[in-house]
């Protein structure tokens, strides 16, 4: 039946503003498709530690302290996607973050014999985001996300209304929880500034391929949900 619904090779891109709830509902779609979400940062720093020759390039780059050319990142993109677990397809999370990106996606995979399928925004108010991001804590080696009102871990205590630092402690292993120093209201704005400025055209380019899809994400985790499925499926 998933077969039927969701194949043949999805290649697929997931946009979302910071908050929106990609971290959530990314890892449900990996397991559900069984195709990797694949980083650009930790495919970047996987290309640098194997010494690959695209990966020897980019560390050139970086201990030069100059940024990474699309150039290399499309190849070290090109290099992952080769790897078995991405024979189904795959999820790309972080990129492409300008147009000019997204055209050398385009080329890379033309050479492939692939394309992208699928591009879903997740979307969310501005306005509600300020909240989900200025009360999240994050447990750093894992990853795990916590939310002060949404979903707050079990050893939060409140003074004053707000939780006590020293309180916030990952339900797992017990240790200590952070805030991204770029969790903040005035980061925020900054924020998605860039991420409108630069998703915009993306969308529109591919568009006219009746690939995009939006997706409410303002609502219960399992409406988005439902709807991300909805998209998902080749009739959608």
């Not at 194997?50 to 990142?73: F, N, Q």
């Not at 997204?102 to 501005?126: C, F, H, N, W, Y």
């Not at 380019?205 to 991300?228: C, F, L, S, T």
């Amino acid at each position: 039946e998933k077969f039927a619904n969701y194949w043949p090779r999805n290649i697929m891109i997931l946009f979302g503003p910071p908050g929106a709830g990609k971290g959530t509902h990314g890892p449900k779609i990996e397991g559900l498709l069984g195709i990797p979400q694949l980083s650009t940062g930790d495919m970047l720093r996987a290309a640098v530690s194997a010494g690959t020759e695209v990966g020897k390039k980019a560390a050139a780059v970086m201990k030069a302290g100059g940024l990474v050319s699309d150039e290399i990142v499309v190849g070290i993109i090109r290099d992952r996607i080769h790897e078995p677990d991405c024979k189904f397809g795959f999820i790309l999370d972080g990129f492409p973050r300008t147009l000019a990106q997204a055209k050398a996606l385009d080329a890379m995979l033309a050479k492939e014999g692939s394309r992208v399928t699928k591009v879903i925004e997740l979307q969310v108010p501005d306005s509600v985001l300020e909240e989900r991001i200025t009360g999240r804590w994050i447990h750093k080696k894992s990853g795990r996300s916590y939310h002060v009102k949404y979903a707050p871990p079990k050893s939060m205590r409140l003074k004053n209304g707000k939780p006590v630092p020293e309180s916030m402690k990952d339900d797992e292993t017990g240790e200590a929880l952070m805030q991204r120093k770029d969790d903040t209201a005035s980061a925020l704005v900054k924020r998605l500034q860039g991420y409108h400025g630069e998703t915009v055209p993306i969308l529109d380019h591919y568009n006219p391929d009746g690939i995009v899809r939006q997706v409410n994400a303002n609502q219960k985790m399992d409406g988005v949900w439902g709807e991300i499925l909805s998209s998902l499926k080749k009739s959608a």
